[in-house]
T-cell receptor, first 116, second 113 residues
């Protein structure tokens, strides 16, 4: 697509529920990143994929968080047993090939998660 | 490990005055440096980047930043700000290649008419 698409744009859920957030990157972009942005903070790295594999998942806060990218395009961030502290805007970004251009991230509009 | 420090959380400045938003980084490897901007109710977008070559980089809307390796800084400047520059600005660093990009906590620029 023309840009990075994230759905849903807003998600309100109850503590303890399971949530899935979807990201559709720019067509042809091989690398896909997930970040979390809490109020008043900068984007916090969670995980990034190179193709289908998770190249770096060091930012996932605990084992309740998991992400997949089975066909190397769309990615889903999955959060189990949600907690109120998970409330944030979840940002997805993608980047294309080219050594110098590899880190230029194009962000989606984000998915705002509110856990009640 | 890499990190970014943006010491100023908010910077108020009068319209047409100059502004400098400070950014210092730490990295154990060679770096790529970025400034991203988030306008009210919009997503993050790239403002400018330093990848290699000239240490002074410019954006299309008059901002510039200079990579200073000895001071590990990448401060953002504009000689004359406009109301439309009101936004939150994030400095970011990466070690290159397909590596994670680490962001600072952001600086809110408030342009006062």
């Amino acid at each position: 697509g023309a840009g990075v698409s994230q759905t849903p744009s807003n998600k309100v859920t109850e503590k303890g529920k399971y949530v899935e957030l979807r990201c559709d990157p720019i067509s042809g972009h091989t690398a896909l990143y997930w970040y979390r942005q809490s109020l008043g903070q900068g984007p916090e790295f969670l995980i990034y994929f190179q193709g289908t594999g998770a190249a770096d998942d060091s930012g996932l806060p605990n084992d309740r968080f998991f992400a997949v990218r089975p066909e190397g395009s769309v990615s889903t961030l999955k959060i189990q047993r949600t907690e109120r502290g998970d409330s944030a805007v979840y940002l997805c970004a993608s980047t294309g090939q080219g050594a110098l251009g590899a880190n230029v991230l194009t962000f989606g509009a984000g998915s705002r998660l509110t856990v009640l | 490990a890499q990190s970014v420090t943006q010491l100023d959380s908010q910077v108020p400045v009068f319209e047409e005055a100059p502004v400098e938003l400070r950014c210092n980084y730490s990295s154990s490897v060679s770096v790529y440096l970025f400034w991203y901007v988030q306008y009210p109710n919009q997503g993050l977008q790239l403002l400018l980047k330093y990848l290699s070559g000239s240490t002074l980089v410019e954006s299309i809307n008059g901002f510039e930043a200079e990579f200073n390796k000895s001071q590990t800084s990448f401060h953002l400047r504009k000689p004359s700000v406009h109301i439309s520059d009101t936004a939150e600005y994030f400095c970011a660093v990466s070690g290159g290649g397909y590596q994670k990009v680490t962001f600072g906590t952001g600086t809110k620029l408030q342009v006062i008419p």
